[in-house]
């Protein structure tokens, strides 16, 4: 990597040749503003706000894509730039919408960051246009505002390049641009696998999460009702970026208090379900294993990834374990186990998780997430007219925080307390599910013992961890030589499925999380493009791991009367009633999952 | 058989018409001389001089007198029936002639006849180039000194040894037949009347960079020049000028057709590039350039038509035969597309450095109406006006630049005073709008700006604050647009702002326009004297704001007139005034 | 078609231009077909045929002088070669008759001669 001499604003600097001026600024201290930039995608350098003077050029260039050369002298702030880059602000805000005051990233847009800091006080162009463009909703997960949108293209960048999924691109021409799906058929007729990646990189709000909140606050106002919580195991180690604390802040028992402030009669942790999801898959895993089953075995915990297998690799569906989410395992537990311990009316509990993810709003509506209905049918004497999903709300953690904003908690201030039992009771196994390799990670420490008889001594499979791609690793079990690949964000995903595809695939098992670096990552979670916080977010995971007492699913005391008392064994009869599911190739209608 | 010939043809428009009379007398002294058997004397439609009196052409010597004078018709009569040689004080001497070297085959040859192309000399560039050697090749094109004619006027010799400098497995020459101008066909003519020469051009440039496959993009709008290409394209494999090893070398070259699909943003190259790998025609952010990094990643050398046009003759003639035509920097000839209010519209293939004037006056003969020029414009959407008192002006890459407008591909549209210095750029501005492409918000958002001011201005509803608006939202465009769309479509207003910035202060303040071209600023009233009192505009008035009857005359209630100029339509004593 | 090599296009080159002594060629690009060429060029060729003259009437490109569509240029031995303008049926009737076959110029239809 050679460096070279260029000079930036009258000083020298010793720069990497391989950089582009904007990282070199960068490095140095200088953050030139952009809107359609993103790190590590390629730029269309559409919104022409981070140029910069180069002497010698004609033009003013786009420091975004332009790559530094030997004795460059470049000037970031000088009066041309100034005035095209202000210019330019103001004809987008031309066009786009003034309601801030109610607009759902008013705290968050950064659009309205730019123009705050340029110091943009006056929209000097009016709005031309008189073209009121339909907002999308016909996806329970995401809706998208086309009037808010200012056509960057991150969206449609992390789509296609991040998620090789392609379910949104630019249409039309000139003023008439737009990004839309097909045809306008909407993002619940495409094959928008509901990954939320879009949300997290649009930087206005022209792509937002559809709000559950209110149904939430209806639920827990309403006196007959018993409004119960899990949460999910990334929303505690980024919650708290949403009060002002550090990424990586670990707020678990803050937040416990907070959403019982908030009006949940039991918080519970999804950690107790994943727990349960490593006993299951991992009895699976060996199943397939010894009995020579269909091999690799793909992890089912990511609905984005489960819609995405659906439409792309509908033929390896075989592969994937039939366990659901810890989410939906959850929900059907709650209503059938625990509504029986306790003796609770299952109509009355409503479930409301609190994930990290858009698609698990997709997820909770899938038609068949309705075992705890088809549970107590003949016992209750339901109709289908009186069905209930097993989840009824998902909120993502920006839903849940504002849920705790709107009580008035001061959350920073909370002492912390503990989650409720039985199902709140988790192991370290279960926090890691939050990072990529975490689930392989968990299922592996279950596994070993199960199979070898032995126990585990060293806890840390270090080369799952990581926020690379693409993670493979070969771990021995005593002698059995397991092949394992772990894949975050869907284009990596699709590599491996490509070889699994083709009879190819050299693994015996592999996890594939939607979103890149996995959960922690996910669609739901606070905005923040900061590679750190990932980094940060991860660290905390792996922290909260250590400082559990328990560290294997197995040991979960919860989860073993869960059995003792009622599943009776891991892939036993009601197991598979309740904690299992199914795939079908899919048509391009709303979740509908006609057999294949 | 008649020996000789007179043509016979009074240009002066200002007067009543001498063309047959002097045929007559012409021909009466050619029978006292007795010579009206052997010499044929003949009237003709055009003479190729325009406001030079009554011209006599005398073929076969091509003898041109010019300024005729009643008197002089007796000398010249007696001067060809007596081969008493030249009438020396009234032969006409052409200043500048139109050179036709790119168009040299346009109306001579047969454009689906590939021997006609060999039998004028074709495909001797290519042998010329084979023998030459890639890198001799490269030098001649250098000392040349052609630059692109698709309007960047870049010069040809570096894209092509960019290009060949890259080492790479595969390289692509594209022919740039997007041309999208309106009113700008130069293009289209040359591919309509001579396909080799450019055919021929594409070979010698894909033998020079080191191109293997090549591609003609041409618009889907041209469906005859699409149509002769193909006949090109076939008869060339046919006589094994295209596939392996042409003419005996060890060169091969592989030609395909895209078609455009009504983007004008495709002629630039980034989006040409785009739209040949089946991607949105977007520009996109350059470096890397095309020349080391286009179709699909790889060197790319994109030629506009008329520049690969000018490559066989280049090789054949030697570069510094080109370099001795034109100017010290814009070589060589260009061809204009001439229209508007001019009475001989057409192409016209000039050698670089003449002036505006001695094309629209000399060559196409003034305007049509006989009412002075206005201004002309120049480059289509991307350039701007020259008013009349700056035709003087060479015509070359700089010069033009200087004056705010620029060569563009060529299009050149002459306007009188009936033409509106506001609602020229506004049409300009509009097709760019239309045709933006979207990608990038200063050309997207303000274009579309800029088009809401000027409409407003044109509308009487403008504002003094609007020009410094529109002068802003330019700055912003020039400097910040991703491609060249963008960068140049602010150059129309712009270039009116600055020789005719009156004509917009009296739009704003008041509000009025003085080409009578914007509807909504247009007075409609009738004149008296004129008025036969038939009471057909009272009629056909759609909103009845014409007031009167037989006896006292009409004439217009202003409050109530539309404008629509249904009044001055359908008076046939143009009794409506219109200003 | 025979495939060319450098020799044969030599060989081709050195020929003279074996030109048919009598032709007439129509304007055929897009300009000339819009003011109505193609009728033009195929009444022409009708007449050639039908008169059993010694012509041999072809398409050719644009010659520039757009205005004048169609164009039409005439070669005939004995006479200068011309080129009409705003030809018409009527026109190309008279090119026949007194141009072709009468060895006259036709009066006021020429747009150009040719140097």
């Given at each position: 990597m050679e460096k070279i001499n260029i000079k930036i604003n009258g000083r020298e600097y010793k720069v990497s040749s391989e950089l582009t001026i904007l990282e070199a600024c960068q490095e140095i201290g200088i953050d030139i503003p952009t809107l359609c930039y993103l790190k590590d995608l390629k730029s269309e350098a559409a919104c022409s706000i981070c140029l910069v003077e180069v002497k010698g050029a004609k033009a003013l260039m786009r420091s975004c894509v332009t790559p530094v050369n030997k004795g460059m002298e470049v000037y970031t702030n000088t009066e041309r730039v100034r005035i095209a880059r202000r210019v330019n602000l103001e004809l987008l805000l031309a066009g786009h919408p003034k309601d801030c005051l109610v607009c759902d990233r008013s705290d968050t847009c950064e659009l309205r960051k730019i123009s705050f800091d340029l110091g943009i006080r006056e929209a000097r162009f009016p709005k031309v246009s008189k073209v009121e463009l339909p907002l999308d909703t016909t996806s329970v997960s995401i809706v998208r505002d086309p009037n808010k949108c200012i056509l960057c293209g991150r969206c449609v960048s992390v789509c296609s390049s991040v998620q090789s999924v392609k379910a949104i691109d630019f249409t039309g021409r000139g003023k008439n641009s737009k990004i839309t799906t097909f045809f306008d058929e909407g993002l619940s007729n495409s094959v928008c696998v509901n990954c939320g990646q879009c949300v997290m990189v649009c930087p206005t709000g022209a792509i937002t999460e559809q709000n559950e909140t209110e149904g939430v606050w209806k639920a827990l106002s309403c006196p007959d009702k018993f409004v119960i919580t899990e949460v999910a195991p990334a929303v505690r180690a980024a919650i708290g970026e949403e009060f002002g604390l550090t990424a990586g802040t670990l707020v678990t028992s803050k937040l416990v208090e907070a959403l019982r402030k908030v009006g949940f009669a039991k918080v519970f942790d999804t950690q107790f379900s994943a727990d349960l999801t490593i006993m299951e898959e991992g009895y699976e895993l060996i199943s397939r294993i010894k009995n020579k089953g269909v091999l690799p075995m793909i992890t089912s915990c990511s609905p984005g990834w489960i819609k995405f297998a659906e439409h792309f690799f509908p033929g390896i569906l075989a592969h994937i374990s039939t366990c659901k989410s810890p989410q939906q395992m959850f929900g059907a537990v709650a209503k059938t186990y625990y509504a029986k311990k306790y003796n609770i009316d299952p109509r009355k509990i409503v479930v409301v998780s609190i994930m990290p993810c858009t698609a698990k709003k997709f997820e909770a509506k899938r038609p068949e997430m309705k075992s705890a209905f088809n549970y107590w049918k003949n016992e209750l004497k339901l109709e289908n007219k009186d069905e209930f999903p097993d989840v009824d709300y998902v909120l993502t953690t920006r839903e849940a925080a504002r849920m705790i904003r709107e009580a008035g908690i001061n959350f920073a201030s909370l002492k912390g307390e503990d989650f409720d039992e039985p199902l709140g009771i988790s192991t370290g196994a279960a926090v890691i599910f939050g990072a990529t390799g975490g689930v392989m990670e968990a299922a592996l420490r279950t596994a070993y013992e199960v199979l070898t008889g032995k126990e585990l001594e060293k806890l840390d499979f270090v080369s799952l961890r990581g926020l690379q791609g693409i993670k493979t690793a070969e771990i021995d079990i005593e002698g059995l030589k397991l092949k394992v690949a772990i894949a975050s964000s869907l284009s990596n995903a699709r590599k491996l499925l490509e070889e699994v595809e083709s009879c190819k695939s050299p693994y015996a098992f592999i996890e594939i999380m939607t979103c890149p670096g996995g959960c922690l990552g996910g669609g739901g979670q606070p905005f923040s493009l900061n590679e750190e916080t990932k980094q940060k977010r991860m660290e905390a995971i792996y922290q909260e791991d250590k400082n559990k007492?328990?560290?294997?699913?197995?040991?979960n005391p919860a989860v073993k009367a869960l059995y003792k008392d009622f599943l009776k064994e891991p892939l036993g009869e009601k197991s598979h009633y309740l904690l299992h599911t199914h795939y079908a190739k899919r048509k391009e209608t709303p979740y509908g999952t006609e057999k294949a | 058989m008649y020996e000789k010939t007179i043509l016979i043809k009074d240009t002066d428009t200002k007067r009543e018409d001498l063309t047959r009379q002097a045929y007559t007398q012409i021909l009466d002294f050619l029978r006292h001389n007795d010579q009206h058997s052997r010499i044929q004397v003949v009237r003709v439609a055009d003479i190729g001089l325009y406001d030079k009196g009554l011209v006599i052409k005398i073929l076969p010597e091509q003898i041109t007198y010019a300024n005729v004078k009643e008197d002089d018709l007796k000398r010249i009569a007696d001067a060809i029936s007596f081969n008493k040689g030249r009438v020396e004080d009234l032969v006409y001497k052409p200043k500048s002639k139109q050179e036709r070297l790119v168009l040299k085959n346009c109306g001579r040859i047969d454009p689906e006849s590939i021997d006609d192309y060999i039998a004028c000399g074709g495909y001797l560039g290519l042998k010329q180039a084979i023998e030459l050697k890639e890198d001799k090749v490269i030098e001649e094109i250098k000392t040349s000194g052609i630059r692109g004619r698709g309007g960047a006027g870049y010069p040809t010799w570096m894209k092509w040894n960019f290009a060949r400098e890259v080492a790479s497995d595969q390289k692509f020459v594209i022919c740039n037949a997007d041309e999208g101008d309106p009113g700008a066909y130069m293009d289209r003519s040359i591919l309509e009347g001579d396909p080799h020469a450019v055919l021929e051009g594409l070979i010698i440039a894909a033998f020079a960079v080191g191109a293997s496959k090549g591609y003609f993009y041409v618009r889907a709008e041209y469906p005859l020049a699409v149509e002769r290409i193909n006949k090109a394209i076939k008869q060339a494999y046919d006589c094994g000028l295209l596939g392996q090893n042409i003419l005996g070398s060890s060169f091969g070259l592989d030609l395909e057709i895209r078609l455009g699909a009504?983007?004008?943003?495709?002629?630039?190259e980034t989006a040409l590039i785009s739209s040949i790998e089946g991607k949105r025609g977007t520009p996109h952010p350059r470096p890397p350039y095309p020349s080391v990094k286009g179709l699909w990643g790889k060197p790319t050398v994109i030629n506009n038509v008329e520049t690969l046009a000018n490559i066989p003759q280049i090789l054949l003639k030697g570069g510094a035969w080109f370099a001795k035509i034109g100017t010290a920097t814009s070589k060589g000839t260009k061809v204009f597309a001439v229209t508007g209010k001019v009475k001989n519209s057409g192409l016209v293939e000039i050698a670089m450095g003449a002036t505006l004037r001695e094309i629209v006056m000399d060559i196409c003969g003034g305007t049509l109406t006989g009412k002075p020029i206005k201004a002309v414009q120049t480059g289509g959407p991307s350039g701007g006006v020259i008013p009349e008192h700056l035709l003087d002006t060479p015509v070359d890459y700089e010069n033009l630049q200087k004056l705010g407008s620029i060569m563009g591909s060529g299009g050149m549209i002459v306007m009188d005073d009936d033409d509106c210095m506001v609602d020229i750029p506004k049409f300009y501005l509009g097709f760019c709008v239309e045709e933006s492409c979207g990608k990038c918000s200063p050309c997207r958002i303000g274009g579309f700006q800029m088009l809401g001011y000027l409409k407003k201005i044109t509308e009487g509803a403008g504002n003094i604050n609007d020009i410094a608006q529109l002068k802003r939202i330019s700055y912003a465009m020039q400097k910040a647009s991703l491609c060249g769309l963008g960068q140049t479509a602010s150059n129309p207003v712009l270039s009116t702002l600055k020789y005719f910035e009156k004509e917009y202060i009296e739009h704003i303040e008041n509000k009025h326009c003085p080409a009578g071209k914007c509807s909504h600023l247009v007075t409609y009233s009738v004149i008296e004297e004129k008025c036969k009192r038939c009471g057909l505009c009272f009629t056909n008035c759609p909103v009845s704001a014409i007031t009167g009857d037989k006896e006292k005359g009409y004439s217009v209630i202003q409050e109530k007139c539309i404008k629509c100029g249904k009044c001055f339509e359908v008076c046939k004593f143009r009794a409506i005034n219109k200003k | 078609m025979v495939r060319l090599t450098p020799e044969s296009l030599d060989k081709i080159s050195k020929e003279p231009c074996d030109k048919p002594a009598n032709w007439i060629k129509v304007g055929m690009s897009s300009c000339g077909i819009a003011a109505g060429a193609d009728e033009v060029f195929n009444f022409l060729s009708e007449e050639v045929k039908k008169r059993n003259l010694n012509v041999e009437v072809k398409k050719c490109g644009c010659q520039g002088n757009c205005y004048a569509e169609p164009l039409v240029e005439v070669s005939i031995e004995g006479l200068p070669s011309v080129t009409y303008g705003r030809v018409n049926r009527d026109i190309a009737n008279k090119i026949i008759e007194k141009h072709v076959i009468g060895k006259m110029l036709v009066n006021d239809c020429i747009y150009n001669t040719v140097d």
């Amino acid at each position: 990597m050679e460096k070279i001499n260029i000079k930036i604003n009258g000083r020298e600097y010793k720069v990497s040749s391989e950089l582009t001026i904007l990282e070199a600024c960068q490095e140095i201290g200088i953050d030139i503003p952009t809107l359609c930039y993103l790190k590590d995608l390629k730029s269309e350098a559409a919104c022409s706000i981070c140029l910069v003077e180069v002497k010698g050029a004609k033009a003013l260039m786009r420091s975004c894509v332009t790559p530094v050369n030997k004795g460059m002298e470049v000037y970031t702030n000088t009066e041309r730039v100034r005035i095209a880059r202000r210019v330019n602000l103001e004809l987008l805000l031309a066009g786009h919408p003034k309601d801030c005051l109610v607009c759902d990233r008013s705290d968050t847009c950064e659009l309205r960051k730019i123009s705050f800091d340029l110091g943009i006080r006056e929209a000097r162009f009016p709005k031309v246009s008189k073209v009121e463009l339909p907002l999308d909703t016909t996806s329970v997960s995401i809706v998208r505002d086309p009037n808010k949108c200012i056509l960057c293209g991150r969206c449609v960048s992390v789509c296609s390049s991040v998620q090789s999924v392609k379910a949104i691109d630019f249409t039309g021409r000139g003023k008439n641009s737009k990004i839309t799906t097909f045809f306008d058929e909407g993002l619940s007729n495409s094959v928008c696998v509901n990954c939320g990646q879009c949300v997290m990189v649009c930087p206005t709000g022209a792509i937002t999460e559809q709000n559950e909140t209110e149904g939430v606050w209806k639920a827990l106002s309403c006196p007959d009702k018993f409004v119960i919580t899990e949460v999910a195991p990334a929303v505690r180690a980024a919650i708290g970026e949403e009060f002002g604390l550090t990424a990586g802040t670990l707020v678990t028992s803050k937040l416990v208090e907070a959403l019982r402030k908030v009006g949940f009669a039991k918080v519970f942790d999804t950690q107790f379900s994943a727990d349960l999801t490593i006993m299951e898959e991992g009895y699976e895993l060996i199943s397939r294993i010894k009995n020579k089953g269909v091999l690799p075995m793909i992890t089912s915990c990511s609905p984005g990834w489960i819609k995405f297998a659906e439409h792309f690799f509908p033929g390896i569906l075989a592969h994937i374990s039939t366990c659901k989410s810890p989410q939906q395992m959850f929900g059907a537990v709650a209503k059938t186990y625990y509504a029986k311990k306790y003796n609770i009316d299952p109509r009355k509990i409503v479930v409301v998780s609190i994930m990290p993810c858009t698609a698990k709003k997709f997820e909770a509506k899938r038609p068949e997430m309705k075992s705890a209905f088809n549970y107590w049918k003949n016992e209750l004497k339901l109709e289908n007219k009186d069905e209930f999903p097993d989840v009824d709300y998902v909120l993502t953690t920006r839903e849940a925080a504002r849920m705790i904003r709107e009580a008035g908690i001061n959350f920073a201030s909370l002492k912390g307390e503990d989650f409720d039992e039985p199902l709140g009771i988790s192991t370290g196994a279960a926090v890691i599910f939050g990072a990529t390799g975490g689930v392989m990670e968990a299922a592996l420490r279950t596994a070993y013992e199960v199979l070898t008889g032995k126990e585990l001594e060293k806890l840390d499979f270090v080369s799952l961890r990581g926020l690379q791609g693409i993670k493979t690793a070969e771990i021995d079990i005593e002698g059995l030589k397991l092949k394992v690949a772990i894949a975050s964000s869907l284009s990596n995903a699709r590599k491996l499925l490509e070889e699994v595809e083709s009879c190819k695939s050299p693994y015996a098992f592999i996890e594939i999380m939607t979103c890149p670096g996995g959960c922690l990552g996910g669609g739901g979670q606070p905005f923040s493009l900061n590679e750190e916080t990932k980094q940060k977010r991860m660290e905390a995971i792996y922290q909260e791991d250590k400082n559990k007492a328990l560290r294997k699913s197995h040991q979960n005391p919860a989860v073993k009367a869960l059995y003792k008392d009622f599943l009776k064994e891991p892939l036993g009869e009601k197991s598979h009633y309740l904690l299992h599911t199914h795939y079908a190739k899919r048509k391009e209608t709303p979740y509908g999952t006609e057999k294949a | 058989m008649y020996e000789k010939t007179i043509l016979i043809k009074d240009t002066d428009t200002k007067r009543e018409d001498l063309t047959r009379q002097a045929y007559t007398q012409i021909l009466d002294f050619l029978r006292h001389n007795d010579q009206h058997s052997r010499i044929q004397v003949v009237r003709v439609a055009d003479i190729g001089l325009y406001d030079k009196g009554l011209v006599i052409k005398i073929l076969p010597e091509q003898i041109t007198y010019a300024n005729v004078k009643e008197d002089d018709l007796k000398r010249i009569a007696d001067a060809i029936s007596f081969n008493k040689g030249r009438v020396e004080d009234l032969v006409y001497k052409p200043k500048s002639k139109q050179e036709r070297l790119v168009l040299k085959n346009c109306g001579r040859i047969d454009p689906e006849s590939i021997d006609d192309y060999i039998a004028c000399g074709g495909y001797l560039g290519l042998k010329q180039a084979i023998e030459l050697k890639e890198d001799k090749v490269i030098e001649e094109i250098k000392t040349s000194g052609i630059r692109g004619r698709g309007g960047a006027g870049y010069p040809t010799w570096m894209k092509w040894n960019f290009a060949r400098e890259v080492a790479s497995d595969q390289k692509f020459v594209i022919c740039n037949a997007d041309e999208g101008d309106p009113g700008a066909y130069m293009d289209r003519s040359i591919l309509e009347g001579d396909p080799h020469a450019v055919l021929e051009g594409l070979i010698i440039a894909a033998f020079a960079v080191g191109a293997s496959k090549g591609y003609f993009y041409v618009r889907a709008e041209y469906p005859l020049a699409v149509e002769r290409i193909n006949k090109a394209i076939k008869q060339a494999y046919d006589c094994g000028l295209l596939g392996q090893n042409i003419l005996g070398s060890s060169f091969g070259l592989d030609l395909e057709i895209r078609l455009g699909a009504g983007a004008f943003v495709c002629g630039e190259e980034t989006a040409l590039i785009s739209s040949i790998e089946g991607k949105r025609g977007t520009p996109h952010p350059r470096p890397p350039y095309p020349s080391v990094k286009g179709l699909w990643g790889k060197p790319t050398v994109i030629n506009n038509v008329e520049t690969l046009a000018n490559i066989p003759q280049i090789l054949l003639k030697g570069g510094a035969w080109f370099a001795k035509i034109g100017t010290a920097t814009s070589k060589g000839t260009k061809v204009f597309a001439v229209t508007g209010k001019v009475k001989n519209s057409g192409l016209v293939e000039i050698a670089m450095g003449a002036t505006l004037r001695e094309i629209v006056m000399d060559i196409c003969g003034g305007t049509l109406t006989g009412k002075p020029i206005k201004a002309v414009q120049t480059g289509g959407p991307s350039g701007g006006v020259i008013p009349e008192h700056l035709l003087d002006t060479p015509v070359d890459y700089e010069n033009l630049q200087k004056l705010g407008s620029i060569m563009g591909s060529g299009g050149m549209i002459v306007m009188d005073d009936d033409d509106c210095m506001v609602d020229i750029p506004k049409f300009y501005l509009g097709f760019c709008v239309e045709e933006s492409c979207g990608k990038c918000s200063p050309c997207r958002i303000g274009g579309f700006q800029m088009l809401g001011y000027l409409k407003k201005i044109t509308e009487g509803a403008g504002n003094i604050n609007d020009i410094a608006q529109l002068k802003r939202i330019s700055y912003a465009m020039q400097k910040a647009s991703l491609c060249g769309l963008g960068q140049t479509a602010s150059n129309p207003v712009l270039s009116t702002l600055k020789y005719f910035e009156k004509e917009y202060i009296e739009h704003i303040e008041n509000k009025h326009c003085p080409a009578g071209k914007c509807s909504h600023l247009v007075t409609y009233s009738v004149i008296e004297e004129k008025c036969k009192r038939c009471g057909l505009c009272f009629t056909n008035c759609p909103v009845s704001a014409i007031t009167g009857d037989k006896e006292k005359g009409y004439s217009v209630i202003q409050e109530k007139c539309i404008k629509c100029g249904k009044c001055f339509e359908v008076c046939k004593f143009r009794a409506i005034n219109k200003k | 078609m025979v495939r060319l090599t450098p020799e044969s296009l030599d060989k081709i080159s050195k020929e003279p231009c074996d030109k048919p002594a009598n032709w007439i060629k129509v304007g055929m690009s897009s300009c000339g077909i819009a003011a109505g060429a193609d009728e033009v060029f195929n009444f022409l060729s009708e007449e050639v045929k039908k008169r059993n003259l010694n012509v041999e009437v072809k398409k050719c490109g644009c010659q520039g002088n757009c205005y004048a569509e169609p164009l039409v240029e005439v070669s005939i031995e004995g006479l200068p070669s011309v080129t009409y303008g705003r030809v018409n049926r009527d026109i190309a009737n008279k090119i026949i008759e007194k141009h072709v076959i009468g060895k006259m110029l036709v009066n006021d239809c020429i747009y150009n001669t040719v140097d």
